[in-house]
């Protein structure tokens, strides 16, 4: 193997060697002859090497002594490995982590394509050669000497000793040390450990480093010997990557005069492949690797994978990419990850696998990446600065199962935040939910023993002193966005249905601006952002492990109508929370994490009852069915609100639209609205944007795809029918009224109650407008297995996976 980066042995080790060769052998250690005891070959080397180092010291170079006692030997090296990201099947790549692309095998892992092929390639004298190529020293020396051409071939210990010494260079000086440090690693180290660690840290080109990254960047195969035989390197594969150390890329200076071995890049690099590969093959015949016939027969590889530009982006610029962002916030926060620099799990070699399922997330990015064709037809082809994230979370276990916040997964995330590597709270996820909170207001009702057939006043407008809304103050009455022929006197299931503003801001009144905050807290809201006085933006409010009333005084009667903003994440934890029966499960993005054969973290499954009873549940599955914009046309019971905020203080124009809801197998909160706080308007200039006619249609695709995808039965989701015990038994919702039960594609569902700013006397009235950035501010508390609410925890066995392959 030369100094230049060319490794070429030129054909000095042929299948004589110094010695001979004994009969090769089969398999695991096929070509390696029976090497003597390693204190017989030290004592049969120590005379050639005292020989050679007392001639170089002779001619007034730095002894060999510093150098032996110096170098760290392999067991010191720390070897960078890439970590992979996996979907939660554990076998499906999410992503690839690192500086460097490898992928450590244990040599008694690897099949023997690979170690036959290199051998053949690179040191035909392997298995019994001293570690050392004496003579190359030597001529190294003395061009050095007289000043001719730098030159020298090396062994495989060699090579290897260049890359754990870190040695740089083609001076007669580094050959000597190299040629020491394979010394002492050729007495310490057996032949199949130096092997193996050769193998998993040279260069191969396209960023991959070590033979299974290799592997798998040119094929998409493995080196693992336990691998199905039609995924396994074949032996023209392995010889083709082979070739590839000789000149693992391009020269930069002469990209077309020197392309290297890879045959994607050219007609040339394809030739000294192709010349390559007739020389290695050459070479396992001559090691007895192949009979002649074997060889004759095989053929050039031409499954080879066309070069991907973006293959060392690791796919992290993806909208998967921000999944990843959130599974290193979360594992940061965790005991064996904690307090770790940032490179520790990049480049660490773990494999970690996500909860996301690939079937949710395709179906997610299909309906909420609204530039591409298979987004709903209602947001496709509109203005740039719209925007729509969409997550999903599986009830009863927290599983985040589908996420995006944004097409660019090193862009700004809508949908939530997550800690940077710098421990930074970053994201733009939080919104003004609207109606869309309204939920949490219903689930607060049903809990107290309030019935959905609770009949409420319910006129267009309405003054409610005590909150300060009357049409003396600033903010002036509440009022109805919608009209419905139940009024004035509205039950409360109607007034859901309809979105009736001042019922749910009496409602809110009635129960209590805490309560409300703590049913929404305990059903896995954990931020929410108030208006602070002199503060220019929203300030998080972190509400883990605190009840409503702690922080109540921080937000006003308008929360029940959806005015503080909360992060889409959060909204479809609670809506999980909702179709687990009540059942509220920490939302997490991390399954397992594992290193080769030890598991280092597996996630935690807890449950914690929010305090909805069975008729509780029943009556808020009842109520939001009746929502048209929550129905499916797939045959699921399905339940859901829709949710639209203002622009500002604008009575016309809306910002922000929402669709939440779930099945008893998915929740999903969608929220709809634009990158720069502006309000929504149309290609074709209108503003009558919300959120039945936004969010909506990608909530329902979404639904619609990822049930069909995951292949479930809606027979075992069904909502269970609520007895209503105060009532006159029912035994079916009744339908909305025809002249009140207008389509939701045009049916606005918007909250426009003027904004007020919270304050410590429940009749303040002084307004103040609502900012529309969401950038959240002041560091949040780190993310541990935590809860918000008092009642005790139930721990859910969790579905032991595999470890990843």
Not at 159 to 178: C, H, I, M, P
Not at 651 to 679: F, I, Q, R, Y
Request: proline share 8%; charged share 25%.
């Amino acid at each position: 193997m030369s100094d230049t980066g060319n490794y070429d042995d030129g054909g000095r080790y042929g299948p004589a060697g110094p010695g001979g060769y004994a009969a090769p052998r089969r398999g695991h250690d096929a070509g390696r002859p029976a090497a003597p005891a390693p204190k017989a070959r030290r004592r049969r080397r120590w005379p050639i090497i005292l020989a050679v180092l007392a001639l170089l010291a002779g001619i007034g170079l730095i002894g060999g002594t510093y150098y032996v006692d110096s170098v760290p030997t392999p067991t010191d090296l720390k070897l960078p490995e890439s970590t992979t990201v996996y979907y939660a099947d554990g076998k499906t790549p999410m992503a690839t982590l690192g500086a460097e692309n490898r992928t450590i095998v244990p040599y008694a892992e690897m099949n023997d394509t690979a170690k036959q092929a290199i051998v053949a390639a690179e040191d035909r004298s392997f298995w019994k050669n001293p570690g050392i190529d004496f003579a190359g020293v030597l001529r190294a020396a003395w061009s050095n000497v007289t000043g001719g051409q730098r030159q020298g071939a090396s062994t495989i210990t060699q090579q290897y000793a260049r890359v754990a010494a870190d040695l740089k260079g083609v001076t007669y000086s580094r050959k000597l040390r190299e040629a020491v440090v394979a010394w002492k690693l050729d007495d310490t180290y057996s032949k199949e450990e130096i092997l193996g660690f050769y193998l998993n840290t040279v260069p191969f080109g396209r960023g991959a480093y070590g033979i299974e990254a290799a592997a798998q960047a040119y094929f998409g195969k493995t080196v693992r010997k336990d691998a199905p035989a039609a995924r396994q390197l074949t032996v023209s594969e392995a010889m083709m990557l082979c070739a590839m150390v000789k000149q693992p890329e391009a020269n930069p200076d002469d990209p077309e005069g020197q392309p290297g071995y890879d045959p994607a890049r050219g007609p040339k690099a394809k030739q000294n492949s192709m010349e390559r590969w007739s020389y290695i093959r050459d070479g396992m015949v001559k090691l007895g690797y192949l009979d002649p016939q074997q060889a004759a027969d095989l053929a050039y590889p031409d499954s080879v994978k066309p070069i991907d530009r973006k293959g060392r982006q690791s796919n992290t610029n993806r909208p998967t990419g921000l999944v990843v962002k959130h599974v290193l916030s979360e594992l940061r926060q965790t005991e064996p990850f904690k307090d770790k620099t940032s490179d520790y799990i990049r480049n660490g070699g773990f494999k970690i696998v996500t909860t996301i399922d690939k079937r949710v997330q395709d179906a997610a990015e299909n309906a909420a990446d609204i530039r591409r064709d298979t987004a709903p037809e209602q947001v496709r082809g509109q203005p740039k600065n719209w925007q729509a994230a969409l997550v999903s979370v599986e009830p009863g276990t927290g599983r985040v199962l589908g996420y995006y916040g944004g097409n660019d997964g090193e862009g700004a995330d809508y949908a939530g935040w997550y800690y940077d590597e710098e421990g930074q709270p970053v994201g733009f996820g939080q919104h003004p939910p609207g109606s869309s909170f309204k939920v949490y207001d219903l689930a607060a009702a049903v809990r107290d023993k309030i019935s959905v057939k609770k009949h409420f006043d319910a006129p267009d407008t309405k003054e409610f002193p005590s909150s300060g809304r009357t049409k003396s103050s600033p903010a002036g009455p509440i009022r109805n966005a919608e009209k419905a022929d139940c009024q004035p006197d509205c039950a409360l299931w109607e007034a859901t249905v309809h979105s009736l503003n001042v019922t749910y801001f009496e409602l809110t009144e009635l129960l209590g601006v805490d309560k409300v905050i703590d049913m929404a807290t305990r059903a896995g809201v954990e931020s929410m952002w108030e208006n602070a006085a002199g503060e220019s933006k929203p300030q998080r409010v972190d509400l883990r492990g605190k009840s409503g009333a702690d922080v109540a005084g921080k937000f006003s009667t308008e929360v029940g109508l959806g005015q503080y903003g909360i992060t889409v994440q959060d909204h479809a934890n609670g809506m999980a929370t909702f179709a687990a029966g009540g059942k509220r499960a920490e939302a997490h993005f991390v399954r397992m994490v594992a290193k080769g054969d030890d598991r280092l973290y597996e996630e935690k499954l807890t449950q914690t009852d929010v305090g909805l009873d069975d008729e509780a549940t029943a009556q808020l599955n009842w109520t939001l069915r009746q929502v048209r914009a929550a129905k499916l046309d797939n045959g699921w019971d399905s339940a859901g609100k829709t949710g639209t905020w203002q622009s500002g203080q604008s009575l016309t124009e809306n910002a922000h639209t929402w669709m939440v809801g779930w099945t008893g197998a998915l929740s999903a909160a969608v929220w709809l609205g634009t990158t720069d706080g502006k309000p929504l308007r149309t290609t074709d200039g209108n503003n009558n944007v919300f959120g039945s006619a936004g969010a909506a249609p990608i909530w329902r695709q979404f639904l619609t795809s990822a049930t069909a995808a995951m292949k479930l039965n809606p027979d075992k989701y069904r909502f269970a029918e609520p007895k209503f015990p105060d009532d006159a038994p029912a035994t079916s919702a009744p339908a909305p009224r025809p002249s009140t039960a207008r389509p939701e594609p045009t049916t606005p569902e918007p909250t426009r109650p003027t904004p007020s700013t919270p304050s410590a006397t429940p009749s303040r009235v002084s307004p103040s407008p609502r900012t529309t950035s969401p950038s959240p501010t002041g560091r949040p508390n780190p993310r541990p297995s935590r809860t918000s609410s008092p009642s005790p925890s139930v721990t859910v066995e969790p579905t032991r996976l595999p470890l990843p392959g």
